[in-house]
């Protein structure tokens, strides 16, 4: 079973970077269909950022142009790189995969959120403005 551990987060000002990173347990890493999700307080959890096995990535409209998300395949890490960051980017972030997924294109639903299915604890972000 994939175990999903992520860190990095932390509180920053307006403006500052932060890199996230998500440690899965699971051998067969590479072959996962992978993202990145968050959630406000009182807010739903919404999809940030997902990583295809061909490298693909689908990204939220509110983070395009300044959160990259990437995989470390040797290391078994995915991480989520956000720069220029606002107070709306406040919560936590959680990293997410579906070990039985390898591609996206293979998942019964076109939406990238419904695609996955297990979850780390999650990381805090506070972004003060």
Not at 3 to 23: A, F, I, T
Not at 25 to 51: C, D, L, N
Not at 55 to 66: E, M, N, Q
Request: charged share 20%; hydrophobic share 30%; aromatic share 12%.
């Amino acid at each position: 079973q994939v175990q999903l551990v992520e860190s990095g987060g932390d509180s920053v000002q307006s403006g500052e970077s932060l890199r996230l990173s998500c440690v899965a347990s699971a051998y067969t890493y590479g072959a996962y269909f992978m993202g990145w999700f968050r959630q406000a307080p009182g807010k739903e959890r919404e999809g940030v950022a997902s990583y295809d096995t061909d490298g693909t990535t689908i990204y939220a409209d509110s983070v395009k142009g300044r959160f990259t998300i990437s995989k470390d395949t040797a290391k078994n890490t995915l991480y989520l790189q956000m720069n220029s960051l606002k107070p709306e980017d406040t919560g936590t972030y959680y990293c997410a995969a579906n070990p039985h997924l390898k591609r996206f294109a293979d998942c019964y639903s076109d939406t990238w959120t419904d695609c996955l299915n297990r979850w780390g604890q999650g990381t805090q972000v506070t972004v003060s403005s």
